[in-house]
């Protein structure tokens, strides 16, 4: 079955950096997208960013830029989201999730169907 | 970038009454954009909705989505006691980006 198995927790001191990961499986890894969406505790989610598998490309949440960085091994079908300058407001739950694009009468829909389930990021001195 | 502001931010209700929630955009959207999600404590988000109205694979019918443009609504005909949980609106837009509602938060009366 199609599922995304993502790294275990990590704890980090402020000011260093985490690489999470997230394996996908079931599916033909090149054939979608993945974005990274963080949920800070009692809180809503945010939208990270996203990475093409096919060809690498990214587009991150403007907040981010500069300080993460997505990428992908197409080998092991597993993408990465790297998070620097930690800071403790960077304290959330990590999740990846698959970009599924679906077309219809011409008409292109968009959504995350498939969900990691989730990596716990805590940054305390 | 387009804001999608929910409401309301709780809503309490028992098992078995009919549950509303709105979702209101900054800026009209496509409706083959809008998705709606549930997530219960301690678990990822799941899609329940997309294209405004089309239910995801293994979603029961209790569930439903509407609107178009700027207001959208997810409706949960009677209200289940898995059903007590956060649920978000969520667009998306050329670039590509993403962006969630705030949440509501649906619990029992």
């Known amino acids: 079955q199609v599922q995304l198995v993502q790294s275990g927790a990590e704890v980090k001191k402020p000011g260093a950096s985490v690489k999470v990961s997230c394996k996908a499986s079931g599916y033909t890894f090149t054939s979608y997208g993945i974005s990274w969406v963080r949920q800070a505790p009692g809180q809503g989610l945010e939208w990270m960013g996203w990475i093409s598998a096919y060809n690498g490309n990214t587009n991150y949440a403007q907040k981010l830029q500069g300080r993460v960085t997505m990428t992908t091994d197409t080998s092991t079908s597993t993408a990465y989201m790297e998070l620097r300058s930690l800071r403790s407001d960077d304290t959330a739950v990590y999740y990846c999730a698959r970009e599924f694009i679906a077309v219809a009468g011409g008409v292109y829909y968009y959504y995350m169907d498939v969900w990691g389930k989730g990596t716990t990021v805590t940054v305390s001195s | 970038e387009i804001v999608l502001t929910q409401s309301p931010g709780t809503l309490s209700l028992s098992p078995g009454e009919r549950a509303t929630l709105s979702c209101r955009a900054s800026?009209?959207?496509?409706?083959?954009?809008l998705a709606w999600y549930q997530q219960k404590p301690g678990q990822a988000p799941r899609l329940l909705i997309y294209?405004?109205?089309s239910r995801a694979t293994g979603i029961p019918d209790r569930f439903s989505g509407s609107g178009s443009g700027t207001d959208f609504t997810l409706t949960i005909s009677r209200l289940e006691p898995e059903d007590f949980a956060v649920y978000y609106c969520?667009?998306?837009?050329?670039?590509?980006?993403?962006?969630f509602g705030q949440g509501t938060k649906v619990e029992i009366k």
């Open positions: 969520q667009q998306y837009g050329s670039s590509p980006e993403w962006t």
């Open positions: 294209g405004a109205s």
């Open positions: 800026q009209s959207v496509s409706s083959s954009y």
